[in-house]
């Protein structure tokens, strides 16, 4: 069975400073990979996905994450965060969906708090 | 087009009480699905279905039932409330097509069991 790993539970960053999300998962033959925003009180948002194609993946505001099968790692990245990025984050990888099953294994989630 | 839609928001329960949370899609996506969220332990999925008449278990599903009789519903129906069930309950959609995928989470069903 597929596992996911965050490696950081909680990073505090400063308003305009890169941040780096780390995401491990366990090792498979392919897999389709997701970062997901939560705000405050909210459901989940989709921020970017790999599934085939490039590792370099970009996403929605300003993230993008690198695909390295060799450390299986999916880390999530913004070059300067803003105060509206504080949320939590979470990482899920998925089997590729033959024969019609979709079950996203999540991780337990990177609270990032952006500080002024 | 209202995407993911979950009702109620809010629930609260007595141990033993039987309730169906509720979830609607209005895209016609093929795939919907059932999670819990808890403090500290991301979501896990409980069931999940990938058409009309077909679901399947998934990580926890003790104590939840699901049926999927038409493409827009998928009622999630605990049978008998227990406290261990309060969670954050969060209902998806998705439509896999070749490389690409279309997802969406409903905003939630906070349910507290005393």
């Known amino acids: 069975a597929q596992s996911v790993t965050q490696l950081d539970s909680q990073v505090p960053v400063f308003e305009e400073a890169p941040v780096e999300l780390r995401c491990n998962y366990s090792?498979?033959?392919?897999?389709?990979l997701f970062w997901y925003v939560q705000y405050p009180n909210q459901g989940l948002q989709l921020l970017l996905k790999?599934?085939?194609?490039?590792?370099l993946v970009k996403g929605i505001n300003g993230f993008e994450a690198e695909f390295n099968k060799s450390q299986t790692s999916f880390h999530l990245r913004k070059p300067s965060v803003h105060i509206s990025d504080t949320a939590e984050y979470f990482c899920a990888v998925s089997d590729p969906p033959e024969g019609g099953s979709e079950k996203l294994v999540f991780g337990k989630g990177t609270k990032l708090t952006v500080n002024p | 087009n209202a995407g993911v839609t979950q009702t109620p928001k809010f629930q609260v329960l007595k141990t033993g009480q039987s309730m169906t949370l509720q979830c609607a899609q209005d895209m016609n996506h093929e795939y919907m699905s059932w999670y819990r969220q808890d403090p500290g332990m991301g979501l896990r999925l409980i069931h999940y279905?990938?058409?009309?008449?077909?679901?399947d278990q998934g990580e926890v599903p003790n104590g939840y039932n699901v049926s999927r009789s038409t493409t827009e519903d998928f009622p999630l129906r605990l049978l008998s409330a227990a406290p261990s069930q309060t969670s954050v309950y969060f209902c998806?959609?998705?439509?896999?097509?070749?490389?690409?995928?279309?997802?969406?989470f409903g905003p939630g069903t906070r349910l507290t069991v005393l």
């Open positions: 090792s498979s033959v392919s897999v389709y």
């Open positions: 790999y599934l085939s194609g490039s590792t």
């Open positions: 998806a959609s998705s439509s896999w097509g070749g490389p690409s995928v279309t997802q969406y």
């Open positions: 279905s990938v058409g009309a008449g077909i679901t």
